[in-house]
């Protein structure tokens, strides 16, 4: 292989490599995503549990957050004389986090309010476990298209391996003349952007 078929067999291959990286990442992102929002939706039922026994606020919020690593820097906070609210903000900013924020908000409402912190924050962790589990439901019920996608991203790979069983050669005509270094250049190209797309579908639906 020499100039263009070089180039399109390095383009390819740059493609592939940055398709299969992109997805693996995603996919590590998502689950740690996953993991922390099933964390903080058991912080948000731990908290209420310990404030329905009885326990004041912040004491409940010391218990919770030995069970719950998600509390744990609202808490390292509070100690040093700053707001559990803000603190709260802050961790929800990672992502799968986002529960913290609707828990610093029922916190907040009852300080400014003299409302009850428990109603306020077992209602918000009812709410947060709920929407954690139908976004559970839903991941799972897109792992199937997702699958799909990728297996049909390796479909072009059986085409190749038919071209050979009918007595074609495919590679050669692929890398060997200008039209199939274009055919291989944009068939590959067209496969990556498919198999983003579904991934991307997938995630919209989750959210």
Do not use: K
């Amino acid at each position: 292989w020499a100039g263009p078929s070089a180039g399109a067999v390095a383009a390819c291959a740059a493609m592939l490599t940055g398709t299969v990286g992109g997805l693996t990442l995603r996919h590590g992102r998502r689950r740690a995503a996953g993991r922390r929002a099933d964390e903080v939706a058991r912080a948000g039922q731990v908290l209420a549990g310990l404030l329905r026994v009885g326990q004041i606020p912040v004491v409940a919020l010391d218990g919770a957050a030995e069970e719950s690593a998600a509390l744990r820097e609202a808490v390292a906070v509070r100690r040093v004389g700053g707001e559990v609210p803000g603190a709260l903000r802050r961790a929800g900013e990672a992502p799968g986090g986002e529960g913290l924020v609707d828990l610093a908000r029922a916190w907040e409402v009852s300080e400014r309010t003299g409302a009850s912190m428990c109603a306020a924050i077992e209602a918000t962790a009812e709410r947060l476990a709920a929407e954690h589990e139908t976004e559970r439901t839903v991941s799972a019920e897109l792992s199937a298209p997702r699958a799909s996608g990728r297996l049909m991203g390796a479909l072009p790979l059986v085409g190749v391996l038919l071209g050979y069983g009918f007595g074609g050669d495919p590679l050669r005509f692929l890398t060997g003349t200008a039209v199939g270094n274009a055919c291989l250049v944009a068939g590959v190209g067209l496969t990556c952007a498919g198999v983003w797309w579904t991934d991307r579908i997938a995630d919209g639906g989750v959210r």
